[in-house]
């Protein structure tokens, strides 16, 4: 929901963070003298009580393809591997998830292995849907996060400009499911804690234009969460130009406990680091609509 | 073939709510008739949160049988704005509405605002059919 200050948030914060990517900290009111910093402590820019962390940054690793350990492999379609060769391949992946593999309850395998069976053609990425928490993050794109002093924090995605506001208040009760759900933040010490609920699809087009209950994703490997899900991140600062980024994942109705992912997340230092547009939902419109598509030759 | 579709990214829509299923942004007039109005009455069997607009599936017993219409209500955004969430129509709901017919004379209408049956009226927050729907009311009064 916007009201007039989320609304001079975005204005604002955008030219803040469009000229913070790499400068120096922002200047706060600071009685600590720096002699007696720590350099660790005073290399990490703060805004108001919290650290900045504005900036553009990314994962480095291959967790949108699997949170689990998983070794290089072809293509998963037999059309992907024959068209694409290496370029379509999947590359290893000492997995994400803390313990090693995701504790699925049996009440979670169906829809699991019709994920599994069904990969790529029934991946919400592959779709153009948005991708929710924590999948976002560890898309392989990078992300921006604009930041000011006391307000909501916005999260903006290069992939299919997705976006989210961490509303930095007291957990509600979302009033619906929507794909990226609800996020409620709050700072424990230097760790910005974000809690997200009410993350469902709702009914969902796959392609040949069957329609079923969309479930989030959280890789290409088929790995969900339900609109029953607690996702708890946990962004901490480690340094001036990483972050640990470390998320608990409860959903009573498919895992036996809630379990962790961890992973690191790293600034972009190029001076003109941004965001680009990747919209793209005009990219994955033959494969959702080619059924109903005439390829005459021409368009 | 091009499909046009509403962009989610206007700077004050962070409501992530996906915009695949969007069709071109219409025109009132291009789909529905403001001279084919028509009253429904039923029970909700679903309530599609989607962009642009919500939809209301409606079981409504006309012409001897059971009719499923669907209803065109505001965008979430609108809703959310009005008080609307999850629990506002569950399935099962008496409702009824005014609602002006689609032009292809398929079981679609769009409409302003739902009716319970003890009276309790509830805004869709479709801006244009509410607009369509006073214009009639002002037409009808004179």
């Known amino acids: 929901m916007m009201n007039s200050s989320k609304l001079a948030l975005l204005a604002s914060a955008m030219a803040l963070a469009a000229c913070t990517t790499t400068a120096g900290p922002i200047s706060a009111q600071s009685a600590r003298?720096?002699?007696?910093?720590?350099?660790?402590?005073?290399?990490?820019?703060?805004?108001?009580?919290a650290p900045n962390l504005n900036g553009v940054w990314q994962t480095m690793n291959t967790a949108n393809w699997n949170l689990e350990p998983h070794s290089a492999a072809a293509n998963p379609l037999e059309r992907g591997d024959r068209l694409l060769g290496a370029i379509g391949a999947i590359p290893a992946g000492l997995g994400v998830v803390e313990g090693g593999a995701i504790p699925y309850k049996p009440e979670a395998m169906e829809r699991l292995n019709s994920n599994r069976a069904n990969v790529i053609a029934h991946d919400p990425e592959a779709a153009c849907y948005l991708p929710g928490i924590p999948r976002a993050t560890y898309m392989d794109m990078p992300f921006q996060i604009i930041q000011g002093d006391g307000d909501d924090i916005l999260m903006a995605y290069e992939y299919a400009s997705a976006n989210r506001v961490i509303n930095m208040e007291e957990v509600g009760i979302p009033p619906i499911d929507t794909w990226m759900g609800t996020s409620?933040?709050?700072w424990e010490g230097d760790t910005l804690v974000v809690t997200t609920l009410a993350q469902g699809p709702g009914l969902v087009k796959l392609p040949a234009g069957e329609m079923v209950e969309?479930?989030?994703?959280?890789?290409?490997?088929?790995?969900y969460l339900t609109n029953h899900a607690t996702?708890?991140?946990?962004?901490?600062?480690?340094?001036?130009?990483?972050?640990?980024?470390?998320?608990?994942?409860?959903?009573?109705?498919?895992?036996t406990r809630p379990w962790t992912i961890s992973m690191p997340l790293y600034?972009?230092?190029?001076?003109?680091?941004?965001?680009?547009?990747?919209?793209?939902?005009?990219?994955?419109?033959?494969?959702?609509?080619?059924d109903l598509i005439e390829e005459t030759g021409s368009n | 073939m091009k499909i046009s579709k509403l962009s989610a990214a206007a700077i004050g829509a962070v409501l992530a709510i996906t915009a695949v299923g969007a069709a071109a942004h219409h025109s009132f007039a291009t789909e529905f008739d403001r001279n084919k109005p028509i009253r429904l009455e039923g029970k909700v069997v679903m309530f599609e949160w989607v962009n642009p607009h919500s939809w209301i599936h409606i079981d409504v017993r006309r012409n001897n049988r059971t009719e499923r219409w669907r209803v065109e209500g505001g965008a979430p955004s609108a809703l959310l704005r009005r008080g609307w969430n999850r629990n506002s129509l569950p399935a099962g709901t008496d409702i009824i509405?005014?609602?002006?017919?689609?032009?292809?004379?398929?079981?679609r209408a769009s409409a302003a605002e739902i009716r319970f049956p003890n009276g309790r009226e509830l805004s869709l927050g479709n801006p244009t059919t509410e607009a369509v729907a006073a214009a009639a009311r002002r037409a009808a009064g004179n």
Not at chain 1, 214 to 223: E, F, Q
Not at chain 1, 234 to 251: A, E, K, L
């Open chain 1, 184 to 186: 409620y933040g709050q």
């Open chain 1, 267 to 290: 600034r972009h230092m190029e001076a003109n680091a941004q965001l680009l547009e990747f919209k793209c939902v005009p990219f994955s419109e033959r494969l959702l609509y080619g």
């Open chain 1, 33 to 49: 003298p720096a002699a007696s910093a720590p350099a660790s402590a005073a290399a990490v820019a703060r805004i108001g009580d």
């Open chain 1, 214 to 223: 969309g479930v989030t994703w959280l890789d290409r490997a088929g790995n």
């Open chain 1, 231 to 255: 996702v708890t991140e946990r962004f901490t600062p480690n340094g001036p130009n990483h972050m640990t980024y470390s998320v608990t994942i409860d959903d009573p109705t498919i895992y």
């Open chain 2, 97 to 107: 509405v005014d609602a002006f017919q689609a032009r292809d004379g398929d079981t």
